[in-house]
């Protein structure tokens, strides 16, 4: 189990190495289709953890020992403050390497996973982008407790309804656990095959949390 102190103990800020340290947990957990950008996998990781960036209204994190443990962030699909202008502008030159041979493909990948109905665009404004834990730190609660903070902090900045998106190769159930309702499920290309048995398709589900 762990300690109620590591919740209390978030940072909102992370310095350059903290940055570079959660490119690298995304490297760690996701193909990030590298191979198929024909592309460094180091340059596509940057790209999608800028494009986290861009998005971010509020990014919170815990390091132990200057080691980067968790994080995870949200974001309002309407706000567009100076500094996620600057992060696109950051991804637009990411996206402009000649390193990165086949741009269509990283883009088409992007897309494969932010899928959300039609029906369902105007229900949200609020968004959980991604939850990460370190593999070290996994199994120990700290994602079922994380998750219990970030309900409490949206529902601080007013949220009524607050979006995750998921898929088979992550531990979806813990929303589940959390109260948290599926209302959409769809089947899409397995980017991450190598998570699900080489499976082609994937299930991809839309929770809401209603706060």
Not at 64 to 84: A, G, Q, R, V
Not at 175 to 199: D, F, G, M, T, V
Request: aromatic fraction near 20%; hydrophobic fraction near 40%.
């Amino acid at each position: 189990m762990v300690n109620n102190s590591i919740i209390e103990d978030m940072i909102t800020n992370l310095n350059f190495s903290d940055r570079r340290e959660a490119k690298n947990m995304l490297w760690n957990e996701w193909n990030l289709w590298a191979k198929e950008s024909w592309a460094p996998k180091n340059l596509c990781s940057w790209i999608y953890f800028i494009e986290i960036l861009e998005k971010t209204e509020k990014l919170v994190a815990y390091k132990e020992k200057w080691k980067l443990i968790w994080f995870w962030w949200y974001w309002n699909y309407n706000s567009k403050t100076l500094k996620k202008r600057f992060f696109w502008f950051i991804k637009k030159l990411l996206y402009k390497s000649p390193k990165l041979k086949n741009k269509q493909a990283l883009i088409d990948y992007h897309k494969n996973y932010t899928y959300v109905p039609d029906s369902l665009k105007d229900y949200f404004d609020w968004e959980v982008i991604i939850l990460i834990v370190d593999p070290e730190h996994r199994w120990k609660w700290i994602g079922k407790k994380l998750l219990v903070r970030i309900f409490e902090l949206s529902k601080n900045d007013k949220i009524k309804h607050l979006l995750i998106m998921s898929d088979e190769s992550c531990n979806y159930q813990i929303y589940e656990s959390l109260w948290c309702e599926r209302i959409h499920k769809a089947k899409i290309l397995n980017e991450e095959w190598w998570k699900l048995w080489k499976e082609k398709y994937e299930y991809w589900y839309v929770y809401d949390k209603a706060l």
